[in-house]
């Protein structure tokens, strides 16, 4: 695969993590920020896969992300583009920051498709508005990474922005419109920030790049040696044939978790910004959200059912029920189903202190909904009580989940859509509409969709503690049981 035309193919690489603390209750550690619907319906990580493939021309796309969040991206992926493309995917069993996962993503593209091959970086939290002007970039990204520049996007700023980096351009690059990066900056305080919005030197740090794989992982080797070696260990020890690619915990947990604009950007000589006017925001916050959506004329932005009377500059985003506020200003309500947000305008980057809280407690809603994706489908709480805990599980067809049991709890299913196989200990039978079966405690049991259709089905669990920790796992397909 590595002839001339191949080594010229450009790979978007989505980098899909994190766990977008600061827009919580809407975004937790199970199902985060990439995944969160927008006010078109469609998620963050949608948009970035559709704007990812209207630049790949024929190329596959290549996502970095975890386990936990493969198989919800790779639905969404061929719900979008199908499956004919096999787009790859490599899974890190912990997050190390930027330089690391880009390095695991060089090697591969490399391997695949040649040294020259060129790599788009592109977070999967990211909105771009103008998709013409971001093609014009990339196109401007592409020419100077065919030129041996590590290229990276500074957005025009709108206005003093303190939540973000910053760079500052340098002389202009000869038969281009980028030019030299001049320095990285850090988040400034308002001042400076005003500072630079004044000088017309310095964009936002967007967090994208385009280079090619040879020339980051060499740029990698010279100024960031030890990541490069662990990267290089850590991809001898990946068969890219098979598919998704998971890097080895033991030697990914050995590698230094830093950034790429600390372990390359900002100390290579061949650096190249492009300067971006395309819509960007990072929706790094509840106040970037709410501004996605037309304001009244008190200035008050609604999603969902709600009553404002005598308020001003409000966003309130709501669920099933009514939201109504009196007589309040500036503030940010945000309703989901287990948990209600009340945050003043100017306090809503504080709101990730409220994940730090609950996480600390052990709480549930740091990390779960009330709806629960999994490989195999999805589960709804319906009640989460002392004495019982009630879901509602929805198998998606050809589905199986692990084969299982539990110390705590005994089970009673019954199925009210769709036809159900069960396995109870050594028994295997169907279990049809309106019909039931009980599995008792420490009994090995396993459900599996042999339809066509999704199976619906009601769990009741009974015992003396209901945590998803009481599962013991013996056989999965869907790689969950740790050696």
């Known amino acids: 695969m590595k002839n001339n035309d191949v080594q010229k193919t450009m790979l978007p690489v989505i980098l899909s993590g994190g766990s977008g603390t600061r827009l919580w209750p809407v975004s937790r550690r199970a199902h985060p920020k990439p995944f969160m619907k927008l006010v078109d319906g469609e998620s963050l990580a949608e948009k970035t896969f559709r704007r990812a493939l209207g630049v790949a021309n024929e190329s596959p796309v290549l996502t970095v992300t975890s386990r936990d969040y493969y198989f919800y991206t790779r639905d969404l992926y061929d719900a979008i583009d199908g499956k004919d493309r096999g787009h790859p995917f490599l899974l890190e069993p912990i997050g190390r920051n930027t330089a690391p996962a880009i390095a695991l993503a060089a090697h591969y593209i490399r391997e695949t ?26 196109n401007e990204a592409r020419n100077l990474a065919e030129r041996g520049y590590l290229v990276t996007f500074a957005i025009h700023p709108t206005h003093a922005e303190t939540g973000y980096g910053y760079i500052r351009k340098g002389a202009k690059i000869e038969g281009s419109d980028g030019h030299q990066v001049e320095a990285f900056v850090e988040k400034p305080d308002l001042a400076t920030a005003n500072s630079y919005l004044e000088s017309g030197e310095y964009g936002w740090n967007s967090g994208m790049f385009c280079f090619g794989a040879g020339a980051y992982l060499k740029a990698l080797g010279q100024h960031a040696p030890e990541i490069a070696d662990s990267a290089s260990e850590c991809w001898q020890s990946i068969d890219p044939a098979v598919q998704p690619m998971e890097i080895p915990l033991n030697l990914f947990s050995q590698c230094p978790a830093v950034s790429i604009d600390y372990a390359v950007m900002e100390k290579a000589s061949n650096c190249a910004v492009v300067g971006a006017d395309f819509g960007w925001s990072d929706i790094g ?38 939201v109504a506020a009196v007589g309040v200003d500036d503030l940010v309500i945000v309703d989901t189903e287990d948990a209600i947000l009340v945050a003043h305008r100017d306090r809503v980057q504080d709101v990730k202190e409220v994940v730090s809280q609950l996480s600390e407690l052990k709480h549930e809603a740091a990390e779960f909904h009330k709806t629960v994706y999994r490989p195999w489908g999805s589960f709804s709480i319906l009640e989460d009580a002392d004495d019982c805990k009630v879901k509602r599980l929805v198998i998606k067809p050809g589905q199986v989940l692990s084969l299982q049991m539990h110390h705590k709890r005994a089970e009673h299913w019954t199925v009210i859509r769709g036809v159900a196989k069960v396995r109870l200990g050594e028994k295997e039978f169907l279990l049809r509409p309106n019909e039931s079966t009980y599995i008792p405690l420490e009994t090995q049991h396993r459900l599996e969709n042999p339809g066509s259709e999704d199976v619906h089905l009601i769990e009741v669990q009974t015992g003396e503690y209901f945590g998803e920790d009481d599962i013991i796992r013996y056989e999965d397909i869907y790689g969950r049981i740790k050696p």
């Open 113 to 138: 498709f040649g040294d020259d091959a060129l790599m788009l970086v592109l977070p999967a939290d990211h909105l771009i508005r103008d998709l013409t002007g971001f093609q014009a970039a990339v």
């Open 285 to 322: 916050s509840w106040k970037a959200m709410s501004e996605l959506y037309e304001s009244d004329a008190a200035g008050n932005r609604i999603d969902g059912k709600a009553i404002l009377v005598e308020s001003r500059n409000c966003f309130v985003q709501g669920g099933e029920r009514l």
